[in-house]
């Protein structure tokens, strides 16, 4: 009888604070959280899973030594990633990152990874940027692949020492020297001999990834490998 009344009032609710889909707009369905089911199925997936050597790969191995490089979808502007990301970076969703980070967790597990890695860590805010913002979306994201790799989330071993600017409509170049030296291991032996995967909300030039690990690398960790929600190409 009480699930049958919470039922009821749930989509009493509904009716009144109809609830929409953050990529498309459309009204989610009954047991849809956040993104419809249509838009998980049809946004535009990189598949960069069953290809090693794909486009992120070839773009940081060069400057890192990576293991694996992983993107759940692929950035185009204008779109409906794009349309989501803004939802989960700045009008306070972290569930959007919990969410695509249990979905590509579970594509990740089916094809052989849950036993690739030995933690996950997600690139670090700022504290100040932390503040403001609330969470940290790659640590929402990594939060999801964690629950359904069953791999543990670590999250306070590498920090970011400086607030930088946004690194959007940044060159290269300027990317870099942008995080170039702002991120710092506080606690090696936590990684030590660990197979690590580095986790970022989108990656573009590859420069905060690449800042990252180098941090990571030095301080003994086995491998590398990252992911991210979106690759831009």
């Known amino acids: 009888m009480t699930s049958t009344i919470t039922g009821l009032f749930t989509d009493f609710v509904s009716l009144i604070y109809p609830r929409f889909c953050l990529a498309c707009q459309d009204g989610l369905a009954k047991g849809e959280e956040v993104i419809c089911s249509r838009c998980i199925l ?3 997936r990189t598949d960069f899973h069953i290809r090693k050597e794909n486009p992120m790969y070839q773009r940081i191995f ?3 030594p990576i293991q694996y490089a992983l993107a759940f979808y692929h950035f185009q502007k204008g779109g409906r990633v794009q349309r989501l990301l803004h ?4 009008n306070n ?3 959007i990152g919990q969410v695509l980070g249990r979905v590509y967790g579970f594509e990740l597990h089916k094809s052989g990874y849950g036993s690739e890695f030995d933690a996950i860590l997600p690139v670090p805010l700022h504290p100040v940027k932390l503040r403001r ?4 979306q790659s640590e929402e994201f990594a939060s999801g692949l964690s629950e359904s790799l069953h ?3 670590i999250s306070k071993v590498l920090l970011r020492t400086e607030s930088t600017e946004t690194q959007t409509r940044k060159s290269k170049l300027l990317r870099w020297q942008n995080v170039n030296e702002v991120f710092r291991v506080v606690d090696p032996e936590a990684i030590k001999n660990l197979r690590l995967l580095l986790v970022d909300d989108v990656i573009t030039t590859g ?18 490998s990252v992911a991210s929600i979106a690759y831009t190409d």
């Open 42 to 44: 049809e946004l535009p």
């Open 62 to 64: 060069g400057r890192l």
């Open 87 to 90: 939802e989960f970076k700045y």
């Open 93 to 95: 969703h972290p569930e």
């Open 133 to 136: 913002r609330r969470y940290n």
């Open 151 to 153: 791999i543990p989330c």
């Open 207 to 224: 420069s905060t990834i690449e800042a990252c690990g180098i941090e990571l690398l030095k301080a003994g960790c086995l491998s590398l």
